[in-house]
Structures are given as structure tokens and as C-alpha cells.
């Protein structure tokens, strides 16, 4: 399972140290601590969804359990927290599809990919039946039922728009949505039941909501979409910033350019940042970005704000013991659907390797069993337990840590909401 695997342009390969790289920055080979207290709990929530920057979000068990393999000991009711406080937020972003992110960092991935989406959105809706007018004036009707009667769920969207004679047949009423969370209208809020409500975006989240992307300089986001990126992805490519964005490759390769005081260009084509702890136990996302709790940005890469200052190049070729690429030795882990390890670059057959074809199907990314790096076979859920389906006999002791992982899985959906009050302010 350490074997190189094509991936971005024809002549590159994801080589094991790439490899063992990227599962690092991922947070799968040292998952994060979790604190004893509530809020800790919603910190480490918060800091992993940071790492990813942006991670699928379109099953929401699928979100959940992102975060679960990322971090040690957190709960499914831990990540309901996080959102209860407004922390995290689930909205339409990159590639004009659902994705969980940092409250905080909405804002500027909104600005960023909004206006990738309205040419897609346009043409969608047309192919639903629904027409330019029609689609504003549902837009207008769900911002004015948001206004009135707080967040609503989508059942009961549907019906407001149905008695208004809204299409909202097969994925007309998503369209909608999507247009109006496009526009900066809406996102998903708080939990109603099992599922997210909308929620006018500048109730839920105040100043941080969009004006039609007022006050974000888009190249300055650029240069933190650059950043941010291969702090969870490195090392990476344009191509693979751009595939994962959605953004055009010249604005990805724009971002890169202007983030070269804190990016490194590798002999490989890739790129990485260019002060990365690889590895390095407790190292916050926080810290690796060099950004001070208030979310400011510290000094430059020499002052001493930055932990990595020992730190290589992230390509491994300063060698020793920071450049093991001993795959075998990556924790066996669950993933949940949509996992960000096989939406997070231009190609993922280093991790599908020739079981492409099963572990994604016509758009669907099923939970999958990570081996040495590599999917070792798909996972379900049916009846509330782990049912594994190997893609070939696997040996004692990968079957015993796959157990533990199942087991691990069930604690956590099962462990209850801690019964601490929520810290969330009123928007």
C-alpha cells in the first residue's frame, strides 16, 4: 500500500512521503487532543473544521464523522455544540456544494466562491423549471419568512414556496437555496430535530455576514486560501487547489504567488508551506498558520509567533526521523462519506488505489476503512452498527483495530450532550 500512485499532471506521483505528508496535515496520523470541558470540546471541534479549512457537507452524519477521525475522544453532541454556538457554520461554498467551515472564516470563502456560482445556479434552475423571475421572487419569499418566523427547516420551506407556486419538484427547491445562500441570504443553523434549519445569515452570524462581499480584499483572500489550503492538503499543486476550490487555476495560481512569503516551492512541482511542523504533537492550526487567538495574523515568518521555526521544508528531504514515510504505521481509521481525503486534491487514487470505482459512484463517496494510507475497503451504518465490507482478507491485527474503530464510532453518536449551558450569544 506504499506504492506511488499517478495523481495531478502525467508525470507526477504521489510518492509515500507526499503521502504520509498530506495524511499528516489531514490530522490522520496524529489526531487532536480533546480537552476535559465543554468548551475545549468546542475548541478542538473548531480546530480540526480549521484544518480542513472546508469539509463536504452535504450528508451530515458524513460531517460528523470528519471531524470524529481527526480528533481523540469528541462526540457527535460536541459538534451539534459547536454549531448551537455558532462557531461552525454549513453553507454552499466550494464547487457551488455544501461545505462546514469556521464561522470566522466564512466571510472571505464566501466572497471567494459566491460568484463562481451564479452561472451554475442560473443554468440549474432553468433545468428545473424554475425561471428568473420565479427564482428571485422565491428568494425574496424565504429571506421574508426567515425575517418573520426565525430558522425554518426545509420541509417547511418547501411548503412556503409550494403555496406561493414555487417549482420546487426533484432538486428545484436546493436550487433556490443555494441561489439565496449564494446571494449571502442564508445558511444552515441551528439543529431542528435531526436536521440543520435555515437561518438568515446575519441573525446567525452578525458582522460576519456578507454585504456582497464588501470590505474582503479579494487578494488577501487569495493568499489565506492559498495558506489555509495546504495547511490541511500540502503538499499540493495549483491544479489541486483549484480542483478543490473551484476557483479558476489562474486564481489559484495567483493565491500561491502571493503567498510565497509563507509557501515553499518543492523540486516536484508541488507546493507546501514553507515553515510546516510536520507532525509535531499539539501543534494547533492556529499556530501552524501563525495566527494569535483573536484570529490576527502574527508577524512575519521570522518572528518568533512562529512555532515551526526548526521546522522542514515539508517535502521531506531534510531527512532523519521528521521525514518517516513508513505508511504502515498511520493508524487504522474509519471515514465517514465524503471524507475530505478524497475531495482535497485533483486525482485520490493514492488513496482509492484500484478501488476507485467502488468507493465512489456516480458522485456518491462511500465511508471507507483506511489502511496504511489506502481505502482497504467500504463501511455502513444500517442498523446503527459498523458493517465492514473488505476489499480482500485483512490480517489480525488490522481486523482488531478496525473493531476498536467501529466501537469508537458508536460511542460517538451514542455519548449525550454535555449539560453545560451553550455560550452562544444572540446574533
Not at 421574508?144 to 403555496?163: E, F, K, S, Y
Not at 439565496?180 to 445569515?201: D, F
Not at 499543486?237 to 480542483?243: K, V
Amino acid at each position: 500500500m506504499a506504492t506511488s500512485r499517478q495523481a495531478g499532471r502525467g508525470d507526477k506521483s504521489v510518492s509515500p512521503t507526499v503521502a504520509m505528508c498530506r495524511l499528516t496535515a489531514q490530522l490522520l496520523v496524529d489526531p487532536l487532543p480533546t480537552p476535559s470541558t465543554a468548551a475545549g470540546r468546542v475548541s478542538t471541534v473548531v480546530e480540526a473544521v480549521g484544518r480542513v479549512l472546508a469539509v463536504q457537507a452535504q450528508d451530515s452524519r458524513g460531517l460528523r464523522l470528519a471531524v470524529r477521525s481527526r480528533t481523540r475522544g469528541l462526540a457527535a453532541a460536541d459538534v451539534d455544540r459547536a454549531f448551537a454556538e455558532r462557531a461552525i457554520v454549513v453553507t454552499w461554498l466550494n464547487r457551488g456544494t455544501l461545505h462546514l467551515a469556521r464561522s470566522e472564516d466564512y466571510p472571505w470563502l464566501h466572497a471567494l466562491t459566491a460568484p463562481r456560482q451564479e452561472t451554475l445556479l442560473r443554468r440549474r434552475l432553468a433545468e428545473e423549471g424554475v425561471s428568473p423571475a420565479e427564482a428571485e421572487r422565491g428568494v425574496d419569499l424565504v429571506e421574508r419568512a426567515l425575517v418573520d418566523q426565525g430558522p425554518l427547516t426545509r420541509t417547511q420551506l418547501r411548503d412556503l414556496l409550494d403555496a406561493a407556486g414555487i417549482p420546487t419538484a426533484r432538486q428545484a427547491l436546493i436550487m433556490i437555496l443555494g441561489y439565496a445562500s449564494q446571494r449571502g441570504v442564508l445558511v444552515r443553523g441551528p439543529m431542528a430535530g435531526a436536521e440543520h434549519a435555515y437561518v438568515l445569515t446575519r441573525d446567525w452570524l452578525g458582522d460576519l455576514a456578507p454585504n456582497a462581499g464588501a470590505g474582503v480584499d479579494r487578494d488577501a483572500a487569495l493568499a489565506e486560501l492559498a495558506v489555509r489550503y495546504l495547511a490541511g492538503h500540502g503538499p499540493a499543486d495549483d491544479r489541486d487547489l483549484a480542483a478543490w476550490s473551484g476557483l479558476t487555476l489562474g486564481d489559484a495560481r495567483r493565491g500561491l504567488m502571493l503567498a510565497s512569503d509563507r509557501v515553499e516551492a518543492l523540486d516536484d512541482g508541488r507546493a507546501d508551506l514553507r515553515r510546516r511542523a510536520r507532525g509535531a504533537r499539539g501543534v494547533s492550526v492556529t499556530a501552524v498558520l501563525g495566527i494569535d487567538g483573536g484570529g490576527s495574523r502574527l508577524g512575519e515568518p521570522g518572528d518568533t509567533g512562529d512555532p515551526d521555526e526548526d521546522a522542514g521544508s515539508g517535502d521531506g528531504r531534510d531527512t532523519g526521523e521528521k521525514a518517516e514515510t513508513d505508511l504502515e504505521a498511520i493508524p487504522t481509521r474509519l471515514l465517514g462519506p465524503f471524507d475530505p481525503i478524497l475531495h482535497g486534491w485533483a486525482a485520490r487514487d493514492w488513496v482509492t488505489g484500484p478501488h476507485r470505482g467502488i468507493v465512489t459512484v456516480n458522485g456518491i463517496f462511500r465511508s471507507i476503512a483506511l489502511v496504511a494510507g489506502q481505502a482497504a475497503g467500504t463501511w455502513t451504518m444500517p442498523d446503527g452498527h459498523v458493517a465492514l465490507s473488505p476489499f480482500a482478507p485483512l490480517p489480525p491485527h488490522i481486523d482488531a483495530a478496525l473493531r476498536a474503530e467501529a466501537a469508537d464510532v458508536h460511542r460517538f453518536f451514542a455519548t449525550p450532550p454535555d449539560p453545560t449551558p451553550a455560550t452562544s450569544a444572540e446574533g
